[in-house]
């Protein structure tokens, strides 16, 4: 079985651009969950899709963030204009079952954003 | 606010010699608790969690944790380093009946000599 990919593996680009990251999960997971994690900072909690609707989004930063996941699949998270406090690594995980009980989340390897 | 604190943003060990992560939470409610590893260009692989029952977890790899309610603490510990347990250690809580996002410490880098 596959595990959680994320495209690309690394990003770089210049402030003022944009950026999608992607995200596919376990199949059949239905829960969704974006982090990063900044240089030398904790892994921090974006936001969590149960299915295709955002349970939770308390941890997004600002309205540069966009996270969609249309059909309760993958989903994606773009940043824009992205600027350079939005470099870090950001990790996606899915774990299945629903929302509010506990279920191992599986975590994707990343994806590595540098705004210069 | 939870909070996870782990004492010590690197620590080196003697292959063979014990392993000790240290791990302290804040809440006021006792949490689930996790320890993550995370290997060189891989996502973050769940070593061992503790939600209910037994308060000594035993997870993959050898490693165990104990959770102590009086110290508020969850500490990783393995007997025996072995050169493939070179890696970065996170612990981490989710606050029961408050959602299902990680809140994470800032990570343990472990290195092994030999």
């Known amino acids: 079985e596959a595990g959680v990919t994320q495209f690309p593996s690394h990003s770089v680009i210049e402030k003022g651009q944009t950026v999608t990251l992607r995200c596919d999960p376990i199949s059949g997971h239905d829960n969704l969950y974006w982090y990063r994690r900044v240089m030398g900072k904790e892994i921090k909690f974006l936001l969590h899709f149960v299915k295709e609707s955002k349970q939770d989004e308390s941890g997004m930063p600002n309205n540069r963030f966009l996270a969609e996941r249309t059909g309760g699949t993958y989903s994606t998270l773009k940043v824009q204009p992205a600027e350079l406090e939005d470099s870090g690594v950001y990790f996606c995980?899915?774990?299945?079952?629903?929302?509010?009980?506990?279920?191992?989340?599986?975590f994707g390897p990343g994806t590595r954003l540098t705004v210069l | 606010a939870q909070s996870v604190t782990q004492l010590g943003s690197h620590v080196s060990v003697s292959e063979g010699a014990l392993v000790l992560l240290r791990c302290n939470y804040s809440s006021s409610v006792p949490p689930y608790l996790f320890w993550y590893v995370q290997y060189p260009n891989q996502g973050l692989q769940l070593l061992l969690k503790y939600t209910t029952g037994a308060t000594l977890v035993k997870g993959i790899n050898g490693f165990e944790a104990e959770f102590k309610k009086s110290e508020t603490s969850f500490h990783l510990t393995k007997p025996s380093a072995h050169m493939s347990d070179a890696a970065e250690y996170f612990c981490a809580v989710i606050r029961r009946g408050a959602g299902t996002a990680l809140i994470f410490g800032k990570g343990t880098t472990l290195s092994v000599s030999s």
């Open positions: 995980a899915s774990s299945q079952g629903s929302s509010g009980a506990y279920n191992e989340q599986f």
